[in-house]
């Protein structure tokens, strides 16, 4: 009698534990079923909040040649460019570090103006990541 008891226990917590793995193995695949469907999602509110500083260049008149030039000591670096086309110099000047733009001879075709205007584009690379500014004088 004591054996089939003993017996009974140790089939009991058996099948316990075979339930409990059972839950947890169920559990795991629902949550990387969540996990395959969120990864997506997570980039591209990620790419949005990266994007969201360049906004007010993003496709937007009335920027003022001050902005501009803030631009260019902001944004610009290795892997960032900002263009700047003046009336001046239609082909544009590219500014890839934040010192670049020293100009102080308003005869230059690349001065930028502080009263001017400037319609801004961004630049986005294959994978729709921001990778410059181009601004065109108006």
Same mark, same amino acid.
């Given at each position: 009698?004591?054996?089939?008891?003993?017996?009974?226990?140790?089939?009991?917590?058996?099948?316990?534990?075979?339930?409990?793995?059972?839950?947890?193995?169920?559990?795991?695949?629902?949550?990387?079923?969540?996990?395959?469907?969120?990864?997506?999602?997570?980039?591209?509110?990620?790419?949005?909040?990266?994007?969201?500083?360049?906004?007010?260049?993003?496709?937007?008149? /009335?920027?003022?040649?001050?902005? %501009?030039?803030?631009?260019?000591?902001?944004?610009? @670096?290795? +892997?960032? $460019? &900002?263009?700047?086309?003046?009336?001046?110099?239609?082909?544009?000047?590219?500014?890839?570090?934040?010192?670049?733009?020293?100009?102080?001879?308003?005869?230059?075709? /690349?001065?930028?103006?502080?009263? %001017?205007?400037?319609?801004?584009?961004?630049?986005? @690379?294959? +994978?729709? $990541? &921001?990778?410059?500014?181009?601004?065109?004088?108006?």
């Amino acid at each position: 009698m004591a054996n089939t008891r003993k017996a009974l226990f140790e089939g009991s917590d058996i099948v316990i534990a075979l339930l409990i793995i059972g839950v947890i193995v169920f559990l795991v695949g629902i949550g990387t079923g969540m996990l395959k469907e969120a990864g997506p999602k997570m980039t591209d509110m990620q790419a949005r909040v990266s994007d969201s500083q360049y906004s007010e260049f993003d496709n937007r008149g /009335n920027i003022g040649g001050t902005q %501009a030039i803030n631009a260019i000591r902001q944004y610009a @670096s290795n +892997n960032f $460019t &900002v263009t700047i086309k003046t009336n001046a110099n239609s082909a544009g000047k590219s500014y890839n570090s934040p010192g670049a733009y020293i100009v102080t001879d308003i005869s230059d075709p /690349n001065y930028i103006e502080p009263t %001017a205007s400037f319609r801004g584009q961004l630049l986005k @690379s294959s +994978n729709k $990541t &921001v990778n410059g500014i181009i601004l065109i004088q108006e």
